[in-house]
């Protein structure tokens, strides 16, 4: 089966928002990386929910996003620790934004898109998560800061 580029960036979208998710549980119930992975691959793609069937997601996406932020998590942190006031250290945030926050930061130090559509696509992730708030506008503003620093001439 072919899939047109439109349904691919769709995948791709929804793998970013797997991520946040799949990175969020990791936290919240100190499940191992490989064992969430494998769940969301299972389970979550493509899932029926209240009638609802969930995007299917780009595996390769998801899993790239998954490895990255696991293996570069002290060096996300601290990027996203640098973009943030002083008075609001990682720890202190939302564990959602954490969590988008450590998948944007894996993307970013990945290097394959560019900085301008991470920032613009984790924005409309934020989005879906807190839609009434103002989270999609922090979000940008952090994310911007981080793309600098982790690619300074991707601008």
Same mark, same amino acid.
């Given at each position: 089966?072919?899939?047109? %580029? %439109?349904?691919?960036?769709?995948?791709?979208?929804?793998? $970013?928002?797997?991520?946040?998710?799949?990175? /969020? @549980?990791?936290?919240?119930?100190?499940?191992?990386?490989?064992?969430?992975? @494998?769940?969301?691959?299972?389970?979550?793609?493509?899932?029926? /929910?209240?009638?609802?069937?969930? @995007?299917?997601?780009?595996?390769?996406?998801?899993?790239?996003?998954?490895? $990255?932020?696991?293996?570069?998590?002290?060096?996300?942190?601290?990027?996203?620790?640098?973009?943030?006031?002083?008075?609001? #250290?990682?720890?202190?945030?939302?564990?959602?934004?954490?969590?988008?926050?450590?998948?944007?930061?894996?993307?970013?130090?990945?290097?394959?898109?560019?900085?301008?559509?991470?920032?613009?696509?984790?924005?409309?992730?934020?989005?879906?998560?807190? #839609?009434?708030?103002?989270? #999609?506008? /922090?979000? %940008?503003?952090?994310?911007?800061?981080?793309?600098?620093?982790?690619? #300074?001439?991707?601008?």
């Amino acid at each position: 089966m072919t899939v047109s %580029n %439109n349904q691919r960036r769709k995948m791709r979208a929804a793998a $970013r928002l797997y991520a946040v998710q799949a990175l /969020f @549980q990791m936290e919240a119930i100190g499940q191992t990386v490989d064992a969430v992975m @494998q769940e969301f691959e299972d389970h979550r793609f493509g899932e029926i /929910f209240d009638d609802i069937e969930m @995007q299917e997601g780009d595996v390769d996406t998801f899993r790239g996003l998954m490895e $990255r932020a696991v293996d570069e998590q002290a060096r996300i942190d601290q990027m996203t620790d640098r973009a943030l006031v002083a008075k609001w #250290p990682l720890g202190r945030i939302d564990p959602t934004l954490r969590a988008l926050f450590r998948a944007a930061g894996a993307e970013l130090i990945m290097g394959d898109t560019p900085p301008r559509v991470v920032i613009t696509e984790f924005v409309d992730v934020a989005g879906a998560f807190f #839609p009434d708030g103002k989270e #999609p506008r /922090f979000v %940008n503003a952090v994310l911007d800061h981080m793309a600098h620093e982790a690619l #300074p001439g991707g601008f």
